[in-house]
């Protein structure tokens, strides 16, 4: 399986955390964020990882040098539009690489292990969105509507009425589900505007064709990390991983 990896964005809504540190390096327990997302790859056995730099290419880099876990291929690619575009011109950047077995994830989503495995083992179809539930959806909330099992509709500005789910902001192809997202995000970006849009409206236009399936990943760990409010919560997830670590070690060493 590969993994992409949308690392791009400088984070501005972050400042002044992020303004000489691209969100993705953000330390959570003494771990950059990329850093969670490559063990939680690891734990899951990919076999490779290509992550799509931008703002402070140099320093993802260098960081991907000392994070990158024992077994795990990286390689990156720079999308030099990543300051006038959104994050669908870091997906057309790597079109060449969604053919077989591939997750995209975004590069401010921080999610344990048991995320990917559970996707993995319940994706239904070619293209399936990661999907988690709460009461109340805000405004920022990446929305997605629901029927027959399907994704009808995916997006910010969608009603509360039509709501049943969230975006985590992971999403997994197999199959034909490559070329058939490869092909959506070359028609957005010849859309005029087309590069100002997220990578979930090529998502989205697939979902009113019936091709998209959601997948829940309700009850385990993650968040986004995109404002300052999200900050204390990926800590105290970072840290409550931390912790279960070092009690998993312990049980192993006990007599």
Known sequence: MKVIILAAGQGRRLLPWTHDLPKCLLPFAERPLLGWQLQALAANRVDEVVVVTGFGATLVEAELARLTPPG?????????????ADNIASCWAARQHLMGEVAVVNGDTLFEPAVLAQVRDRAPGPVSVTTDVKPVYDADDMKVQIKDGKVARIGKTLPAEATDAESIGLIHLRGLGGALFAA???????????????????????????????VSIAGLDWTEVDYPGDLGRAEMLARGWVHSERRRRSAALAP
């Open 72 to 84: 795990l291929t990286v390689t990156t690619i720079f999308n030099p539009f990543y300051g006038v």
């Open 184 to 214: 959506a995000v070359e028609a957005v970006m010849h859309q005029p505007r087309g590069v100002s849009r997220w990578y979930l409206s090529a998502v989205d236009d697939l979902a009113a064709r019936g091709m998209v399936a959601p």
